[in-house]
């Protein structure tokens, strides 16, 4: 091996050794808010309503905590009597959007807290160290519902 060809390899580890530090350091820093918001010590609660009967909880409705921008960080489904909650928050600002299950009778498109249509006009939740935050409660409107009956020349046909 000549002194001209010796260089060569130190160089490739050198720049190998470079691009990997690069994509620990990128790849951190692009993952540090979700692992951030993961585990904490605060939580997130409320119950959801239906617009018809607001003092009832509504089962079955998916809440979901996301960071500014869209982040998502974590799911929960609500219980019989409608409440949820997120626990092990870090404090951060998120916000959280309902969607019920598909064929509810409630809401058809999905809503953020403080009744808004979007992620874009949601309102922030601000999360302290060690807070419980409460009261992050929706009340679903009911989606529009046909009724009628099926009939034939016979009369109404049953489970049509």
Same mark, same amino acid.
């Given at each position: 091996?000549?002194?001209?060809?010796?260089?060569?390899?130190?160089?490739?580890?050198?720049?190998?050794?470079?691009?990997?530090?690069?994509?620990?350091?990128?790849?951190?820093?692009?993952?540090?808010?979700?692992?951030?918001?993961?585990?904490?010590?605060?939580?997130?609660?409320?119950?959801?309503?239906?617009?018809?009967?607001?003092?009832?909880?509504?089962?079955?409705?998916?809440?979901?905590?996301?960071?500014?921008? @869209?982040? /998502?960080?974590? =799911?929960?489904?609500?219980?019989?009597?409608?409440? =949820? %909650?997120? +626990?092990?928050?870090?404090?951060?600002?998120?916000?959280?959007? /309902?969607?019920?299950? /598909?064929?509810?009778?409630?809401?058809?498109?999905?809503?953020?807290?403080?009744?808004?249509?979007?992620?874009?006009?949601?309102?922030?939740?601000?999360?302290? +160290?060690?807070?419980?935050?409460? @009261?992050?409660?929706?009340?679903?409107?009911?989606?529009?519902?046909?009724?009628? %009956?099926?009939?034939? +020349?016979?009369?109404?046909? /049953?489970?049509?």
């Amino acid at each position: 091996m000549t002194s001209a060809t010796a260089p060569r390899p130190v160089r490739r580890v050198r720049i190998a050794a470079l691009l990997a530090v690069l994509a620990l350091a990128v790849g951190g820093a692009l993952t540090a808010p979700l692992a951030a918001a993961a585990s904490g010590t605060s939580s997130i609660s409320g119950t959801v309503t239906g617009s018809d009967a607001p003092e009832v909880g509504l089962a079955d409705v998916g809440v979901t905590l996301t960071l500014p921008g @869209g982040t /998502f960080v974590a =799911y929960a489904s609500t219980d019989a009597d409608g409440r =949820y %909650t997120f +626990d092990d928050v870090a404090a951060a600002s998120y916000t959280v959007s /309902f969607e019920p299950d /598909f064929g509810s009778r409630y809401l058809v498109q999905q809503q953020w807290w403080d009744g808004a249509a979007t992620a874009a006009s949601a309102t922030p939740i601000v999360v302290a +160290d060690d807070a419980a935050v409460t @009261g992050i409660d929706a009340t679903l409107p009911l989606a529009g519902v046909i009724t009628g %009956t099926v009939t034939s +020349d016979t009369g109404p046909l /049953f489970g049509a």
